[in-house]
């Protein structure tokens, strides 16, 4: 049987992560092939909805990069991104998804030591929590 | 459909090493919406560029996708290449396939399968692109700056000179600041006064500039570029363009209160020049303080003044100004020192404020600029300053460092010292913060050759015994109480947001930090902007800040007030909220996370875009419960085909 | 109008007249002083354990039997008394998870706390509860022509949160000596701790402390000194005698409750027998100036 390769959405914030990914890849380092990138102005822009939309598509593991706290390009949108994963980790909990599944780091544009790391550390991580269980609805739209 | 064009770069060797680009173009050749697909060594190269522009033409394309780099390499490469040729630039996706895939990976059937998903994801957002124009909106060529210190005045000359109008608005009756009371400049001892007057009196003959004193913001229309302020002008009941200053009214004045120049050192009638080098030249009558002349119950100036300056029956004035940006310098003010009873100021009148210590200092103080004391007039053996008066203190007052108490504590003592050669100066402290250009080397001077003693502590009071001032405290370098009988306490207060900036704040509908102070747009890179576009920051209102920060602090917003100015209107990207307003329920959920006032309720309850000051960081999208809000150019449908497209 | 108030164990032994001061003033402010049933001490001699339930035991076993009986404040003359009573309760109330630890270690006397008593020193009701423009009415011989220097010590106005006052620039007392028409004297030492427990193993501390409050009183021109901590009260008074032999340039001074000064003014006159729990005699000065 093939090995268990998880699919990972990754929602980068421009001007954070995103150039932290950027300088990982400049840097040569290397990391798992798992997530791949959709890039949004602020973390503030990911809605909860993509969120859950993800994982009822199957997604195994879905990663939000943001500034660090006090560095947000729109002052306040990576607190508020904050304050809806706190909450949407409970409400996934409920729905009998493990809330690692989802993970929020600050990365700064500096970072793509921490960036490639991360992703290696949570492709790793989301391998051992498995396939994300099933769902028995389809599609909400 | 749109007819996408697809165009995948080797880079040399960079990507094409790791992914199988020629894989990869058979296999998306077939994907929905490819009309056209091709892979090139150098796609930014100018024979890429025109393979691009080429496609278009040829194969009527209406959409590009360019696999390559990072967008923050090429991304404005190839928009101006597809502009070039009449394709709206928002019809153009970069897919980075070098940084984020080829650069990180190292199996090529991995990486090729990622780029694949990268570029996959590009096309379905191109899919809904909308062609999209800069937003843009008229401007007015007129600046007002809010605060007539040495950042507001440095700011309205900039500006002057660059050739626009200048409304500045001062609350005082002269302009000036806080650097018209000091004494010396450190580190370079030279006269605050020699340097401070001539910028203000060539500001005040300026023509491109407007004056207003005893003035404030009253009320605040329109939105960046557009402007409609109204300033409240309160009367000072003298013509500034008749009065000779000859001061006969002062001679009659029969009230007599305490100088604010002076900071209550020294006196002053109610019909008063602020201070002998005020702008507007002027006297001016403090309707507070005056006897009072609704009925007339003295008369006195009035009488007296023969070039008939005077007159009672000015009322306050009302003005509405057209603006097209706001720099804020509205300066500070020191905390105030009743509020740390222990050092007992207020009770004791040998214990003063830094403000007061400069102008004891300074030649044109109450004392001529000899060193006296307060309460006999007796000259000062022993000074004790105190460092950190009300900063650095989280438990009770300011949490925050006030920046430039290290270095004015150490010119007072410094200038003490010339005055007085066999006195004594103290400095308590808690640490020395001297990095500013030669402020070290400042530092160092005084205490190798000066014989300034410092004391690593804190003050814990001060009280009076016989007419010394006992000062009790803590030297933290050897553990022991310290008794200093001084003759003089000098406080070195917090630096606080000036009086009234809280209201104009909200008049304004600004941000501020937890300090109070103003907050600048990104603490780093945006140090001279505000949060809410079209108002600019100077000097100590952003923060506590010394001189050479402030004027620097005040050129760099003119600077950004010029650029904006050079254009004949303002532009920015369209990248922003849109809201259907059939949708739209009026909640005002979105209003609160908005951090630039950019969404307001209309009259038909419908929260509508500001679409100048938008910055497009979609946070109201994802908070709108009924989807109503989009961002365009990425609405949650081409975020959800996205996520579709990666888990297909 | 009865006040429940809690003695503690000084007001019963060296501050005698420190109660009985206080409950005749009182008396002629029209409110009755009722001494709480069945109180022990508040334990303030464990403020010094490093065990932080330890020392809150005995305070809260005042404030249980406080409740048992009905009472729904407590009001305390002694400013340690003050202090650690009204620390405990604090410590009870704010924190539940205290006050659950505290009622779990307490199990066998089968008492829960609910924590509603509150805590008032004298002065706070002179001020707020009585006011002291009332008082200035009862005055019956003003002490006018008594320079009295306030002495707070430590416990009265810190920490800040259980502070009488303005933590670091108190004036109750001295607006309460106003009233009573005396002249307060500011000194410099007047919130300055008076050696408290170091004058068991470290007497010299203490009496170096003295020295330098009394002769700080002194030097502002102060004739007396009054204070509302026992502990206060006896190393400043007692202490005295040691001042004397170590430093030659002192003169004694008189220390006083406020309590006493009070009934001085309220008519009350002096006891004979508070003058012998005194060190320094007070009653010399009271009769030179005309008030006994």
Known sequence: MKAFEPKIVCFLCKWCTYAGADLAGTSRMKYPPNGVVIKTLCSSRIDPEHIMLAFQQGCDGVFIGGCHPGDCHYQSGNYKTQRRIVLLKKMLKQLGINPERLRLEWISASEGNKFANTMIDFTEQIKTLGPVPKTSGKEDK | MKKIGVFVCHCGVNIKDTVDVEKL?????????????????????????????????????????????????????????????????????????????????????????????????????????????????????????????????????????????????EKKPSIGGHMIQLSETFPTLDCSQCILTPKM?????????????????????????????????????????????????????????????????????????????????????????????????????????????????????????EIGAVIIATGFDLYPVENIAEYGYGKYPDVLNGLQFERILSATGPTGGEMLRPSDGKVPKEIVFIQCSGSRDPERHKSYCSRICCMYTLKHAKLYKHKVHDGQPYIFYIDIRSGGKRYEEFIQQAVSEEGIVYIRGKVAKVYKKGDKMIVHGMDTLTGKKVEIEADLVVLAQSIVPSEGVEKLIKTLKLSSDDSGFLMEAHPKLRPLESLQSGFYLAGAAQGPKDIPDSVSQASGAAAKILALMSKDEIQHEPIIAVVDENMCSGCGICIGTCPYGARILDENKVAIVNDILCEGCGACISACPSGAAQQKNLTDDQINNMIRVILS | MKLPYYPGCTLKANARHFEKSAIQAMEKLDFQLVEMKDWVCCGTVFSMTSDD???????????????????????????????????????????????????????KENLTYSGKIEIYHLLSILKDRIGFSVIAEKVKKKLSALKIGAYYGCLLVRPEELAID??????????????LGGESLDFAYKLECCGAYQTVTKKDVSVKRVYEILNSARESGCEAIVTSCPLCAYNLDFLQKDVEEEYLDFNRIPVFYFTELMAVALGCGWDKNWSSLHFTDPEPLLREKGLI
């Open chain 2, 25 to 169: 173009t058979e296999q998306l050749a077939i994907y929905p919406g490819v009309t056209y697909i091709e892979n090139y060594m150098f796609m930014c190269s100018d024979p890429g560029q025109n393979m691009i522009k080429k496609a278009i033409k040829e194969k009527k394309l209406d959409g590009i996708v360019v696999a390559a780099c990072s967008p923050t390499l090429h991304e404005s490469t190839f928009q101006n290449a597809v502009e070039e040729i009449g394709l709206n630039k928002y019809q153009l996706e970069v897919a980075n396939i070098r940084e984020q895939c080829s650069w990180v990976h190292n199996n090529i059937q991995e990486a090729t399968r990622k780029a694949d998903l990268i570029i996959k994801t590009a096309i379905e957002k191109l899919k809904l692109n909308e062609s999209l124009k800069p937003v843009s909106a008229p401007l007015t060529k007129r600046v007002m700056v809010i605060g007539g210190g040495i950042a507001g005045i440095q700011a309205a000359l900039d500006i002057a000179d660059g050739g626009y109008e200048v409304v500045l608005v």
């Open chain 2, 201 to 321: 009196v060539q500001l005040g003959k300026n023509k491109k500039v407007t004056l207003y004193v005893n003035s404030e913001v009253e009320s605040i229309d329109g939105f960046m570029g557009n402007f409609k302020i109204k300033i409240k002008r309160k009367p000072q009941y003298v013509d500034p363009d008749i009065c000779t200053m000859c001061g006969d009214c002062t001679d009659v004045c029969p009230v007599v209160v305490h100088s604010e120049y002076d900071e209550g050192l020294s006196w002053r009638r109610a019909i008063y020049v602020p201070f002998p080098q005020a702008i507007p030249a002027s006297f001016t009558i403090d309707t507070e303080n005056c006897l009072g002349f609704e009925p007339i119950a003295c008369g006195e100036c009035k009488k007296v003044c023969q070039a008939e300056a005077i007159n009672y029956d000015v009322k306050t004035e009302f003005f509405e100004e």
């Open chain 3, 53 to 107: 339930l330890m020392l809150q035991l005995a305070s809260v076993r005042n404030l249980l039997r406080a409740e048992k009986q009905n009472l729904k404040e407590l009001i305390v003359l002694c400013s340690m008394c003050y202090n650690t009573l009204k620390r405990a309760n604090d410590f009870i109330v704010k924190d539940k998870g205290n006050l659950e630890k505290v009622n779990n270690f307490m199990y």
């Open chain 3, 166 to 179: 303005n933590f670091e620039d108190p004036s109750i007392f001295e607006d309460l000596i106003s009233t």
